[in-house]
DNA sequence: GCGATTCTTCCGCAGAGCGGAAGCGATGTC
DNA sequence: GACATCGCTTCCGCTCTGCGGAAGAATCGC
């Protein structure tokens, strides 16, 4: 394992759910010997990745939050969806997520909520598996087809009674996705909540999704139109004056 | 040089300006070896912490963006502070800001635009110099004496006419918004705008500032209250049931 | 088609990084 | 207050890893 590999699981172990780290835990959860933890997370330190609490505990610092947000797929893609999303999110007060492909998850990008929506999963950051949210579907209906084969072909997690987990029945699904234009995704994460979602492009094909979430008792269709166009609004800024988001 | 600075070194690469970089142009950024850059880049996209677009660049990828959204004093700081500065947005219909300390510096955390405000210059991971804005002033006011004597004793950078850039004159603008629990900073940025400040604390002391940006016509006393009363609900909601940011 | 430019692969040498050992300092226990 | 425990830091000699020159492949521009 190279010094590179070593500093990136350094940067590894820190997760939503542990973001405060003492040095041992790192060397724990890392595997490496006390003494180079030591030596990595001084040299993390000093550059700013990683910043010391007063407890001593590392945790992740402001320059590499920096760096992290020059990602094109996060911020540079959030900043030019955020007015549509809003637009959205005022409209129909309900909670807007929008999401990019990473594998065979989805990552949240950004995450709009009402304080009296229904409750939801999804935080700026975290990750789920693609087969059963709105912005799942979307992506994986619009994905490399070799892509889908991968996913389908491991067993498919199940969070509800609703969850769609025969794999069949998930392309049949995406079928739909593709026909519509938009995925609906109906109890399959929460039984209290269904999810609208649709594609959004830029020149270079399907970048990211939009989903509204919306309580279980609604009629989904309603909402079809309004993420439709807030898709294409976004779409509609990514393929402008300064192209695609990779450039 | 380590191996571990290296790595950080191409990662410093990426900026605001240049978010997109090929190996070549890394290399030179980094007046490494094109062998080396090749390597190290490698690895660091093996990892996910840059993706290779279709043009064959490289740019910020997605995992390194999850981890540095793990950064308390980024997106931790900034979920917690959200309502509150979107209250204040939407009373005002001005710029909101969120921004805190490194080194000499700020570095904004968040920003809320309105389309018919005041135009600015900070964006989200940006850096400005700590003393000619409303959150600088408000951070140095309560930040360690000996960082503001570093602070001084360098030359202070001028933006407009209008930039105090005496540092006597400065120590007066600190013991002013210590004294009165604002920080008021006219035209000193740019002369269309003026920018009303306040600290904001967890348990350990003063963490963070917010400012509202404002025309230069307005009377800027007038929004003080409002910005306060943010400051104070922020600060709440810090200290609050899980304690102060680093934990 | 031919030179210029950028990217990738290969490999032998050298010194950077590794990690065991030992010491330090804080906290908890009896 | 003495002792044990646990976590952090410093030190240093051996070894294996990462270094980067060279050469070749791929792509671009004229």
């Not at 990750?127 to 991968?150: I, K, N, Q, S």
């Amino acid at each position: 394992m190279s010094v590179a590999a070593r500093v990136l699981d350094v940067l590894g172990a820190f997760t939503d759910a542990t973001p405060v780290l003492t040095l041992t835990e790192i060397s724990r959860r890392t595997r490496l010997p006390l003494t180079t933890t030591h030596r990595l997370v001084g040299e993390l330190a000093a550059w700013g990745a990683l910043e010391r609490a007063e407890s001593g505990a590392y945790r992740v610092g402001l320059r590499l939050w920096e760096v992290g947000s020059l990602a094109p797929r996060g911020v540079g893609l959030r900043e030019r969806a955020m007015p549509y999303l809003e637009d959205l999110h005022e409209v129909t007060r309900h909670n807007v997520v929008l999401a990019v492909l990473d594998g065979a998850e989805v990552v949240y990008v950004e995450r709009l909520s009402a304080h009296d929506a229904v409750s939801i999963r999804s935080r700026a950051g975290s990750r789920m598996p693609a087969t059963a949210t709105g912005v799942g579907l979307a992506l994986l209906a619009h994905a490399d087809p070799e892509l889908v084969d991968r996913v389908l072909a491991a067993p498919v997690r199940r969070f509800t009674p609703a969850t769609v987990v025969d794999p069949a029945e998930i392309r049949r699904l995406l079928g739909e996705v593709r026909r519509t234009g938009v995925a609906i995704s109906v109890q399959q994460i929460e039984l209290v909540s269904q999810s609208v979602g649709a594609p959004v492009r830029d020149a270079t094909g399907v970048v990211a999704a939009l989903s509204i979430v919306v309580p279980a008792e609604s009629n989904p269709h309603a909402y079809a139109p309004a993420v439709l166009a807030a898709a294409r609004g976004i779409s509609r800024a990514l393929t402008g004056v300064n192209g695609a988001l990779a450039r």
